[in-house]
Each structure stands twice: as C-alpha cells, then as structure tokens.
C-alpha cells in the first residue's frame, strides 16, 4: 500500500527554525520531493532528495533516510511569508512514470 | 513567460453538464499531468501523458477524459458532471517523468 504521513499543523515564530516531519510507505521510490503552497495558489518546488543525506538550498534543507522510511525539511531564518502548506510526495512506483505519491500537507503558520 | 497555464481558472456549472480544462506549457517538457486536490487540500494525480502517449491512468471515472493533442498541451474532459468533482485541478509538466513538477495556477471547478 501507499501512505504518507505528515503532522497536519505547524505553529512557529517569525526568526525561529522549523522541521517539518514526514514518514512514508510506498511499493515502490524514485525520489522524495517537498512542495510549498500558499493558499489559492499552486504548489511550487522546493527540494528532491533521491540519497541518503542532507540537501541544503538557502534557507531550505532536506533530508531523507531511505531505511527508516523518513525525511524532514528544515526551515531556517523563518519568515511571514514562509506561511503556507508544505507537501511531502513520494515519486514512486517502479517504472518512473513521473508519479507522485503526496502526503495530506503540514500548514506551517509563522507568527511575529 | 515560460509557464504552464489553464484555463479557465474558475468554473461554475451545473450537474449533468460536459465541461473542459485546457493546459498549455511552454517549458519544452515531454512530460504533463493532471492533478485533482479536494477540499481537504489533498493532491492526488489522475492522468499523465509522455510524448502524447497516457503513461498513468488512476482509478478515475470514465466521465474524465485526458487529450493531449501534441506535447505542449493536456486537456481535461468531464462528461455528466457531478457535486463529488468539485474541487481544484491542477495541470503540471516535468522534462524527464521522474524529475520536478511544474504546476499550473490551478482552475477551481464548483459543481451545483
């Protein structure tokens, strides 16, 4: 079966550092993929992971352990604007269609 | 603008009724999807298509129809329209299948 479970809701402070969890069982992996959506907006492209580590890009990193099933992303520097949806998706099954697999989404609320 | 757009954004329309999403991308991306995101803010993909040739086909009613009438566009085709189809669809594009997804602005069906 396919499952991807990510907190619901976030709270965090304007300046502060955030992570944002994510667990998942799918048949199949072709990478991990974070989006970012603000409301009544599409969702954009944050990070792709495909190896064990740590991806860092600005203020955004991403990790992933593919054994444990797990990935975070982390937030630094947190601003206003950084209140939005953050979607976890798995690229999966075998064949590389292209699927994404998401979860539900954490909304991460900043606060001043 | 390199983007991938649809139209319309919002849909209004009554039940029973055939309605179509149209998607264009200008990116040069073989690869383009179509997203359904319910009221529950969960994405969940319907139909891909590589080169015009369908590549995912989800669990989705027949009364939705995908046509790709050459790479830079994906079209949606919704015969006798139902209150369950309201929702948000969202048309995106990736180069390679497998690789980061670019999405479109979305367009908000309402079906009454």
């Known amino acids: 079966g396919q499952n991807i479970d990510q907190p619901t809701e976030m709270t965090a402070t304007e300046g502060a550092i955030v992570q944002i969890n994510c667990t998942y069982q799918?048949?199949?992996?072709?990478?991990l993929f974070w989006y970012q959506q603000h409301a009544g907006e599409a969702p954009t492209f944050l990070s792709y992971?495909?190896?064990?580590g740590l991806e860092e890009k600005g203020r955004f990193s991403s990790f992933l352990s593919r054994s444990k099933g797990y990935s975070y992303l982390l937030l630094k520097e947190l601003q206003m604007k950084d209140s939005a949806s953050y979607l976890c998706?798995?690229?999966?099954?075998?064949?590389?269609?292209?699927?994404?697999?998401f979860g539900q989404g954490t909304t991460l609320q900043v606060k001043p | 603008d390199t983007a991938v757009s649809q139209t319309p954004k919002y849909l209004v329309t009554q039940m029973g009724n055939d309605k179509s999403i149209k998607c264009e991308q200008n990116?040069?991306?073989?690869?383009m999807y179509w997203y359904k995101q319910d009221s529950k803010k969960f994405l969940k993909i319907m139909f891909s298509?590589?080169?015009?040739?369908?590549?995912i086909n989800e669990t989705v009613p027949n009364r939705f129809s995908p046509k790709s009438p050459d790479k830079a566009h994906l079209n949606l085709h919704i015969n006798s329209l139902e209150l369950g189809d309201s929702a948000v669809y969202f048309c995106?594009?990736?180069?390679?299948?497998?690789?980061?997804?670019?999405f479109g602005p979305g367009t908000r069906l309402t079906v009454l």
């Open positions: 995106a594009s990736s180069a390679p299948p497998g690789r980061e997804q670019f």
């Open positions: 799918t048949s199949g992996f072709n990478g």
């Open positions: 992971n495909v190896l064990d």
């Open positions: 998706a798995v690229g999966g099954p075998s064949g590389n269609t292209g699927k994404l697999i």
């Open positions: 990116l040069g991306h073989d690869t």
């Open positions: 298509y590589n080169n015009k040739e369908l590549i």
